[in-house]
């Protein structure tokens, strides 16, 4: 059965056989002849997962000669390019509705208004304007239909298969950097998925006018018949074009969402994956709900009854990190390839000689004890801060940079973190997943609740005294106006900074009503000239940037905080907030 050509939504692509996908694209070929040798293989073999324990277990052999390990899963990643991209399209869609109502509806707003005056006047002519009003309606319905190129059918089909292209690939990134298998398999369900996603999203699109074009004529009934002028029922149309468009920006979001998680679901249980972790976006958008999950584990057969599986719940941008389980044991059921017989094979992994064993966690109390790299996992241990630590940077983190180098900036950031606690022995700083340090030019921090253990924070070379060895370049790039800025060191007043993130997470500070009260309060320009440029331009930097600020050891009261904050601050460095 070779691979052949096909037509979709009128584009030529690619499918094998007659049952297979049809590609479109550049790479459409390969594919579906890599389709094809999946179809193959899962032909015969009766379990599919039974396949692809078999290819996982040779890797792990293989592995072991070499002796490397078996690595951790690469970040699974929400499609927000392919949210933004249907988002466009909506919007667009929004567009052309308003642009529609300016055209044909505005211009006979004062006609009509002028018309129900006069029915009162004179009653034999009571419908008159509103059997107008219900032509332009029908005219503005019709036009906006009508009006090419917007195709919603072929467009949702775009966004499906787009969403599909792009869980495939995270789907293959997490196996092949976990496992080293490319997961390649059959998915004949694949496009009777796509259409349904297809047919649902054009009804909801259809939605979005029909709301849009009743919404208008009942603002235009209700304001003529309440003798508004037709410039307040313009305003009031105009008003209603904002929920329009938020209507679109959710249905976007929610769409994709749903079908990538359902994606998920249906390539990692073909597998025999039977459980996963949830995992959230790490920012102030993430509901409780969803918050208390992170980090958790799940079983696909046992939805949460409170969000179900993520992706279900409406908006959701969560993604199911996969269990690999008995996938990666030392003993696996596989299928000989040849006999087809299940037989328990045993991985034999080759590991490299054990390093010299580490010192004792209770001998690394403090950063001075800090002499090797070695130390650090002794040190994290004993003061239970974090789970580990990281200077391989990455695609999300920054470069990697040397191990000495990262040693200088652990040690910097212990010792701030203890003259820290020492100074507010109340706050109970929490504890975080992982430091990072990279070659990134800014610090990152992922905040979090101690529960989650998912929060992280990345410290980078921008902050190394080489990277400013002027100091009125830094201070002039950041633009903060203390007056002890040039006692202290940079690093030290980064790692205050980014603990503050994790606090804002622990705390709900950018929920917390004082806190709100106190943004508004102080404005933008007087951030800017009291806090520093970057706690100005960034409402969710206000609060970090005060905070290291005020809890510096060079705390000047010439350049103090206003009272009202300094008194917020001392109820969470005390512990009461």
């Given amino acids: 059965m070779p691979v052949m050509r096909c037509t979709r939504n009128g584009i030529k692509g690619y499918k094998f056989g007659k ?19 999946a179809i193959k293989i899962s032909q015969s073999r009766s379990d599919q997962s039974e396949f692809f324990k078999n290819k996982i277990i040779r890797y792990r052999a293989q592995l072991g000669k070499t002796g490397k390990k078996i690595g951790r899963p690469p970040k699974w990643l929400f499609p927000t390019p392919v949210e933004l991209f249907y988002k466009r399209e909506l919007f667009d869609f929004v567009k052309n509705i308003e642009n529609k109502t300016r055209q044909i509806l505005f211009p006979f707003l004062d006609d009509l208004v002028k018309q129900y005056e006069l029915t009162i006047a004179d009653s034999a002519r009571a419908d008159g304007w509103s059997d107008e009003a219900g032509r332009l309606i029908d005219s503005l319905n019709t036009s906006i239909t009508n009006t090419p190129p917007f195709d919603p059918p072929t467009m949702t089909l775009n966004v499906g298969q787009f969403t599909s292209d792009w869980n495939d690939n995270q789907w293959r990134k997490v196996m092949r950097g976990t496992v080293g298998v490319d997961p390649f ?23 979005i006018q029909d709301k849009a074009v009743t919404d208008i004529e009942g603002m235009v009934q ?33 769409q ?46 046992k ?9 279900e719940d409406y908006q959701c941008r969560c993604v199911a990190e996969p269990v690999f389980g008995d996938l990666l044991s030392d003993e696996v059921a596989v299928v000989d390839p040849i006999t087809a017989v299940g037989v328990i094979s045993r991985a034999v992994v080759q590991t490299r000689k054990p390093k010299a064993a580490a010192k004792k966690s209770e001998e690394i109390k403090t950063a001075a004890d800090v002499k090797k790299f070695d130390d650090i996992e002794a040190y994290i241990k004993y003061n239970d801060i974090a789970n580990s630590v990281e200077y391989s940077g ?53 905040a979090g609740f101690r529960d989650s253990m998912r929060a992280s924070i990345s ?34 007043i980064v790692v205050r900074h980014e603990y503050a993130h994790i606090l804002q997470g622990k705390y709900g500070i950018e929920q917390n009503s004082e806190w709100l009260k106190l943004k508004a309060k102080y404005d933008r320009a007087w951030r800017r000239q009291n806090v520093s440029d970057y706690g100005g331009k ?40």
Wanted: proline letters at 4%; charged letters at 30%; a positive charge.
């Fill in 19 to 37: 049952s297979g996908f049809c590609y479109l694209g550049p790479q459409a070929k390969s594919k579906a002849a890599k389709q094809g040798a």
């Fill in 185 to 207: 398999a059959r998915e004949p369900w694949l496009n009777d998925v796509v259409t349904s996603f297809s047919k649902e999203n054009v009804a909801l699109i259809k939605s």
């Fill in 222 to 254: 209700r304001g003529i018949k309440q003798g508004q002028r037709a410039e307040t029922i313009r305003k009031q149309v105009e008003g209603q074009f904002g929920t329009t468009r938020a209507r679109a920006k959710l249905i976007a979001r929610d």
């Fill in 256 to 301: 994709v969402a749903k079908l990538n998680g359902q994606l998920t679901e249906r390539r990692q249980t073909a597998l025999g994956i039977q459980e996963y972790i949830w995992r959230t976006s790490l920012d102030e958008r993430v509901r409780q709900s969803h918050r208390t999950k992170e980090g958790k584990k799940f079983r696909w057969d």
């Fill in 303 to 311: 939805p949460p009854l409170d969000t179900g599986h993520p992706g």
């Fill in 394 to 446: 990455g695609r999300t983190w920054g470069g990697k940079i040397s191990q000495a180098a990262a040693l200088e900036k652990f040690k910097i950031i212990f010792d701030e973190m203890e003259r820290f606690k020492a100074a507010y022995p109340k706050l109970g700083l929490p504890k975080v997943n992982k430091f990072y340090v990279t070659k990134a030019v800014r610090g990152r921090a992922h």
């Fill in 459 to 492: 410290f980078s070379n921008e902050w190394s005294a080489k990277a400013w060895k002027n100091i009125e370049d830094w201070e002039k790039r950041m633009n903060r106006p203390w007056d002890w800025i040039k006692k202290e060191d940079h690093r030290r």
């Fill in 538 to 577: 960034k409402s969710i930097e206000f609060f970090t940037e005060s905070f290291s600020h005020y809890t510096s050891p060079y705390y000047s009261e010439t350049k103090a905080l206003p009272k009202d904050m300094t008194d917020f601050f001392d109820k969470i460095l005390s512990g009461g907030l």
